[in-house]
């Protein structure tokens, strides 16, 4: 029985349903009691997949830190029938410990955050809050998408144009507000 491959999963789930699959994946090969073949069938996945969604789960931050290590020490004692020292379980960890705290910087990929920027600018109840729920991120990273996307020239004229005055828009109702705080503050 052939299972879905990552790219499948990728493409058939958005990204909350894929992140509680990988986060639900990765604690039941640390936690659970199953094993690797077990996983494969419950989910119905490959096990290039498999391996996939945990290194995924480590770099796109879906575990917390106790748990990589939890990763970590188990595929060391995985390979040691294998091999005689978890040296390469070491380096591969490091490695995707690295790319974690890049993606802690900057987790979106192009095609995001142009979307990202599309939606913000479209859709008026697409607010930084609402994206970053959708997107399982911050409204800060939300901000940062817009930056990047904007500064690295990924969106056109017209689109930048519509983010600008967007933003410039809130900036004014935000002013307005403050002002009229400020007006009824002076007349007590």
């Known amino acids: 029985m052939k299972g879905i491959t990552f790219l499948d999963l990728r493409k058939e789930k958005n990204r909350r349903s894929l992140r509680k699959i990988i986060k639900e994946v990765a604690y039941t090969y640390v936690f659970g009691a199953s094993t690797r073949h077990e996983i494969l069938l419950s989910y119905n996945i490959t096990e290039r997949c498999y391996y996939t969604i ?8 879906i575990v917390d ?5 939890e990763m970590e020490e ?3 004692e995985n390979s040691k029938p294998y091999t005689k020292s978890s040296k390469r379980t070491k380096e591969k ?6 790319q974690r705290e890049e993606y802690k910087r900057f987790p979106f990929t192009k095609k995001e955050a142009i979307r990202i920027v599309v939606e913000f600018t479209e859709d008026r109840y697409a ?5 970053a729920d959708i997107y399982c991120v911050t409204p800060r990273d939300i901000d940062k ?9 990924w969106i056109d004229d017209a689109l930048f144009k519509k983010l600008k005055d967007r933003s410039l828009e809130g900036a004014i109702k935000f002013f307005e ?9 002076k007349k007590i």
């Open 177 to 185: 507000h403050l002002q009229s705080g400020r007006e009824s503050l």
């Open 145 to 153: 998408a817009l930056y990047v996307a904007c500064a690295n020239c």
């Open 54 to 61: 945990l290194e995924k789960a480590v770099v796109w931050n």
């Open 74 to 76: 188990k595929a060391s």
């Open 65 to 69: 830190d106790a748990t990589v290590n």
């Open 93 to 98: 960890y490091a490695r995707l410990r690295e």
């Open 127 to 131: 607010t930084k809050k609402v994206l």
